[in-house]
C-alpha cells in the first residue's frame, strides 16, 4: 500500500484540488438541506455562524477539553500496544502470520458489538471512552507496524550481522529507521479512526464531549448546535490529517 | 558419508593447491541443507582453503549454492556439517571481526544518503569522525560516486546503489573480502574497470578476496584460482590456477592464456549449466 505514495514530489494539481473539493461538499451540504429541511440539518452559512459563536463560550470549551483528554489517551493507548503488537509479531514470524488473518478479520467486525462489553467492563465516563477509542485505533496500528516489519528486506539485516552490529544497534539503527514511515502511515489511520471511537463513545457512555453534544442537540432537536458541533468536528479532523498527511509524504521522500 | 567422499574425490589436488602455512580461511568437509517439511540440500561437501592475501573465484550454474557458500564463510548460516574457520579460529553463528560482505542483493539503506551509507559501519564501530571522513571520501571517489554523494539509494541506478555498498564493505578494511556478484547490474565495459579497481584495491590493501561471479572472463581475468561448482548441491568440480602475476589488469583478455581458461571453465559449466536448468547434458 505504499508504493503508490513512495512517489517523491507533489502530484500536480493539488492546489486546485482542494477548494474544489471543499465547494463540492457545501453544494451537497446546500442540496441536503434544501431537500431535508432545517427539521434535520442547518445551511452552510447559518451554521458557520453558530460555529463561530460557539467558539466564544466556556461550555463549548469544557467539552472540547473532555474530548481532547479521551482523545488523547486513547491514541497514546493504541499507538503503545499498537507498535509494539506489530513489532513483536513481526519479529516473531511464527506468530504474525497466524495472528495477521485474525487480527484482519477482528478489524472488520463491527465494532459496535462490543460496545455493550465495554459499558459493563468500564461503566460511563472517561475509562469506557478510551476503550471506545482504542478498540477502533489499535488494531490498524497493529496491522501497519506487522505489515512495516514482515516487509523489511532481509538483506538489510543480514547487512547489520556482517557489520558486527549489536542488538541494540540494529534496532535503533537498521529497524527502526526501515520500519518508520510504514508506522507514521499506520498512526495516521490510527489518529483518525481513534477519534471516530472517542466520539462513539462519549454517544454511549458519557455526558460530556462532542460526541455528547452531537447526541444531545440530536435527543433535544437541537439541529444548530449538532450540524455546528459536527462541521468543528469535521474541519478539525480534516486539518489534522492534512497535517499528519504531509508529514507522512516528507518522511517517504527519501523511500 | 559416500557424499563425503565423493566430494573429496571430486576435487583431485585441492590439499596440494592450498597454500604453505594455516589457510587464511577454511572449509572442512562443509554442507548445508535448508531444514523444512523438504529439505533443500543447497551446498557441499566443500573442502576449500583460501591462502592469505589470495584471489579466489567462484563460477557455478544459478542456485547451485554460491550465496550459501559465503553465508557460511562469513558466519551468516550455520553448516549443516563440517567445519569452518578464519585466520585459525571456527567461524559458526556470528560474523568474525576481519570479514566484509557485499550482497548479491541491494542492501543500501533507503534512508541514508550515500555518504552516510557508506559511513555507516564505520560510525557503529565508533571510529573516529575525522577518520570516518577520510576513509569515506576516498571511496566515494573510489568508486565514482562522487557526483551522488548527498543523493539517496532511491536517485541511484542499480550499479551504482552495489556501489555504494561495495564501498560500505570496503571502508571497514576487512582482511577477507566476500563478494556475491557484485558487478551482477553492471553492463560489461563497467564492469572490467570495475574489475581493475578491485584488482587495484587487492593489491593494495593485501585482502583475501573470495568472488561470486556468472561471469567466466571475469573469474579468469580477476582471480589466481577459480573454482567451478556443479549444479545443486555445488561442489568443486575443478580448481584451476590461473598463473596470473599479481599485477594485473583488464588488458589480460588478450592473453593468449586467457581463452584456455575460459574455455575450460565453461566446459564445465555448460554441462552443470544444463543439469541446473533440467536438461540432459549433451
Ligand atoms: N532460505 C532458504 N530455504 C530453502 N532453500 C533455500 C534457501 N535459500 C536458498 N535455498 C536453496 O538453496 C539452493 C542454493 O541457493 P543459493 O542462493 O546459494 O544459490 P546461488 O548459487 O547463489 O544462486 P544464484 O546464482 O541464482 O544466485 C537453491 O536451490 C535455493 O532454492
Ligand atoms: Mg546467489
Known amino acids: 500500500m505504499s508504493a503508490a505514495l513512495a512517489r517523491p514530489g507533489r502530484p500536480r494539481g493539488l492546489a486546485l484540488d482542494q477548494p474544489l473539493i471543499v465547494l463540492a461538499l457545501l453544494l451537497c451540504w446546500q442540496g441536503a438541506y434544501a431537500y431535508a429541511g432545517s427539521s434535520a440539518i442547518t445551511s452552510p452559512l447559518a451554521t458557520i455562524a453558530y460555529a463561530a459563536s460557539m467558539l466564544q463560550q466556556g461550555w463549548f470549551w469544557s467539552n472540547v477539553g473532555a474530548t481532547a483528554l479521551a482523545f488523547f489517551y486513547s491514541l497514546v493507548i493504541a499507538s503503545l500496544i499498537g507498535v509494539l503488537a506489530g513489532l513483536g509479531l513481526g519479529l516473531w514470524r511464527f506468530a504474525g502470520d497466524v495472528t495477521e488473518p485474525v487480527l484482519a478479520a477482528l478489524y472488520t467486525i463491527p465494532k459496535v458489538t462490543l460496545y455493550p462489553l465495554i459499558l459493563l467492563l468500564f461503566g460511563l465516563g472517561l475509562p469506557a471512552k478510551v476503550a471506545f477509542g482504542v478498540i477502533h485505533g489499535v488494531i490498524p496500528v497493529t496491522l501497519f507496524t506487522l505489515a512495516a516489519v514482515k516487509g523489511l528486506p532481509p538483506v538489510l539485516l543480514r547487512s547489520a550481522r556482517a557489520m558486527r552490529l549489536s542488538p541494540r544497534q540494529t534496532l535503533l539503527h537498521v529497524l527502526a529507521p526501515a520500519v518508520l514511515p510504514e508506522i507514521f502511515t499506520g498512526l495516521r489511520v490510527g489518529f483518525s479512526l481513534t477519534l471516530l471511537g472517542v466520539l462513539i463513545g462519549e454517544m454511549f457512555a458519557s455526558q460530556k464531549g462532542m460526541g455528547f453534544l452531537i447526541l444531545n442537540g440530536i435527543n433535544l432537536h437541537n439541529v444548530k448546535l449538532t450540524t455546528a458541533v459536527v462541521l468543528i468536528v469535521v474541519v478539525t479532523a480534516i486539518l489534522a490529517n492534512a497535517g499528519l498527511l504531509a508529514a507522512d509524504k516528507r518522511l517517504r521522500r527519501q523511500r | ?282
Open chain 2, 1 to 282: 558419508m559416500a557424499d563425503g567422499l565423493a566430494g573429496t574425490a571430486s576435487v583431485p589436488g585441492a590439499a596440494s593447491l592450498a597454500a604453505p602455512g594455516s589457510p587464511h580461511a577454511s572449509m572442512r568437509g562443509v554442507t548445508r541443507v535448508y531444514p523444512g517439511a523438504a529439505p533443500v540440500h543447497a551446498l557441499g561437501p566443500i573442502d576449500l582453503d583460501l591462502a592469505r592475501g589470495e584471489f579466489f573465484s567462484v563460477v557455478g550454474p544459478s542456485g547451485c549454492g554460491k550465496s550459501t557458500l559465503i553465508d557460511v564463510q562469513a558466519g551468516l548460516a550455520v553448516p549443516s556439517a563440517g567445519e569452518v574457520t578464519f585466520e585459525g579460529r571456527p567461524v559458526s553463528g556470528k560474523v568474525p571481526d576481519g570479514i566484509g560482505v557485499v550482497f548479491q542483493e541491494d542492501a543500501s539503506f533507503p534512508w541514508l544518503t550515500v555518504t552516510d551509507n557508506i559511513a555507516f559501519g564505520l560510525r557503529r564501530a565508533g571510529v573516529d569522525p575525522a577518520e570516518v571522513r577520510r576513509r569515506v571520501e576516498y571511496a566515494v571517489g573510489f568508486m565514482g560516486l562522487r557526483d551522488f554523494a548527498r543523493a539517496y539509494p532511491v536517485q541511484l541506478s542499480g550499479g551504482m546503489r552495489q556501489r555504494v555498498c561495495i564501498a560500505r564493505t570496503l571502508v571497514l578494511q576487512p582482511r577477507l573480502i566476500l563478494l556475491d556478484e557484485p558487478f551482477g547490474a553492471l553492463d560489461q565495459q563497467t564492469r572490467l574497470l570495475m574489475g581493475d579497481e578491485l584488482l587495484r584495491l587487492w593489491r593494495e590493501t593485501r585482502a583475501t578476496v573470495l568472488l561470486i561471479t556468472h561471469a567466466l572472463d571475469e573469474a579468469a581475468m580477476l582471480s589466481d584460482r577459480v573454482g567451478a561448482m556443479s549444479a545443486r548441491p555445488g561442489r568443486f568440480v575443478d580448481l584451476l590456477e590461473t598463473g596470473w602475476p599479481r599485477e594485473r589488469d583488464s588488458s589480460l583478455v588478450a592473453e593468449a592464456g586467457f581463452g584456455a581458461i575460459t574455455a575450460r571453465l565453461w566446459s564445465h559449466l555448460r554441462a552443470e549449466s544444463l543439469k541446473a536448468m533440467g536438461g540432459a547434458p549433451p
